[in-house]
């Protein structure tokens, strides 16, 4: 088993990476992680930047955070863990209510749709009112290091105003097995009304030509990207009520959608947080619907306001942005700072 380890301290974040075998015990890498942002100018075919400041610190700057996590770990850590105990993995597609309820023994199981078909067992489809662009890869730092404002081990959030929006970027160090040349990893996100006028492959050209300069302008190359590119075009889970499960069933996919990938949190950490609180729900005897929608809801709420401020009043947030960056990520961002751990 692979782990991670965090340590926040006053200014800076310690994280380490080691490999768990039986009693063995082996390092994998460690690091420091601080996480300043800038606006991203662009200029002619290259990209300057604006004044550095904290992105989730607001004006004391003393309390970094960052957290980085692969699906493919997540369910590898399930699935080690789970051999442990009484726990089945099943490697069927369900394809109905009742053919879910047919793998359990019990009389009255809870049926968890954790799929992306709102319908499968029983619940309704309603069309998303926005939509997330995505562009990520990893990349290889020069030889002769990175540029400004990216610092070694120091996780940097360029955005960009571009068309009335404003695109939210996150640049991290990164090291995975997967990609052992890849030294960072790079990803934007833009938010888009779901009725509104766009050209979706053009969209995802801009973006993928975006994160590709803005690496370039801090001393990054793309790491083979015609294989290590992703790109999305994904619904935006509601960021208002979310409309509660049927009796005896949990919609999970429901409550932990990425509202706005890398605004404050992905579908991955929500998914991993709805989850613990879902599950210590049952153990508990609680409703599992109530607490994670309950314990996610902060989350929703500031994924709004940040939809707000780089959708609604993109032009006003870059002007603060480039004037006191810190001052600009004081609310919502350093009132969440502590959401994905403290919802646990």
């Known amino acids: 088993m692979r782990l991670i380890g965090l340590d926040p301290g006053l200014r800076l974040t310690g994280w380490g990476v ?3 075998a039986g009693n063995r015990l082996r390092h994998v890498a460690h690091g420091v992680v601080k996480v300043p942002a800038a606006m991203a100018i662009q200029s002619g075919s290259s990209y300057r930047f604006g004044r550095r400041g904290q992105w989730q610190n607001g004006l004391s700057a ?3 955070i960052a957290y980085g996590v692969r699906n493919s770990r997540v369910v590898g850590g399930m699935r080690e863990l789970a051999s442990k105990l009484p726990i089945e993995f099943v490697d069927e597609r369900v394809e109905s209510a009742s053919h879910l309820r047919s793998f359990s023994s019990g009389r009255h199981p809870l049926l968890v749709n954790a799929t992306t078909l709102p319908t499968l067992i029983g619940g309704q489809a309603q069309p998303p009112k926005r939509m997330v662009f995505g562009a990520q890869v990893p990349f290889i730092a020069a030889d002769r290091g990175v540029s400004y404002p990216l610092e070694a081990e120091t996780a940097f959030a ?4 571009r068309g009335g929006t404003i695109d939210v970027g996150y640049f991290t160090p990164f090291r995975d097995p997967l990609s052992p040349r890849s030294t960072w990893y790079g990803i934007y996100a833009r938010v888009v009304d779901r009725n509104a006028a766009f050209n979706k492959d053009a969209e995802l050209r801009i973006m993928t030509e975006q994160l590709f300069g803005v690496g370039e302008a801090m001393g990054l190359t793309p790491d083979d990207p015609e294989e290590t590119l992703g790109r999305a075009f994904v619904p935006a889970s509601p ?9 005896g069933t949990l919609e999970l996919k429901r409550h932990y959608s990425g509202g706005a990938p890398v605004f404050y949190a992905d579908g991955m950490i929500m998914s991993m947080v709805g989850g613990v609180v879902g599950a210590e729900a049952v153990i508990h005897g609680v409703n599992p619907d109530d607490a994670i929608r309950r314990a996610l809801r902060p989350w929703r709420r500031h994924n709004g306001l940040w939809y707000i401020e780089t959708n609604k009043m993109p032009f006003v947030s870059d002007m603060l942005m480039r004037a ?4 600009a990520m004081a609310y919502p961002h350093t009132v969440g700072l502590d959401l994905w751990a403290s919802a646990a």
């Open 18 to 20: 080691i490999d768990v």
């Open 158 to 161: 360029p955005v960009v105003r």
């Open 239 to 247: 960021w208002g009520t979310v409309a509660p499960s049927a009796p």
């Open 324 to 327: 006191n960056p810190a001052a």
């Open 62 to 64: 003393n309390r970094p």
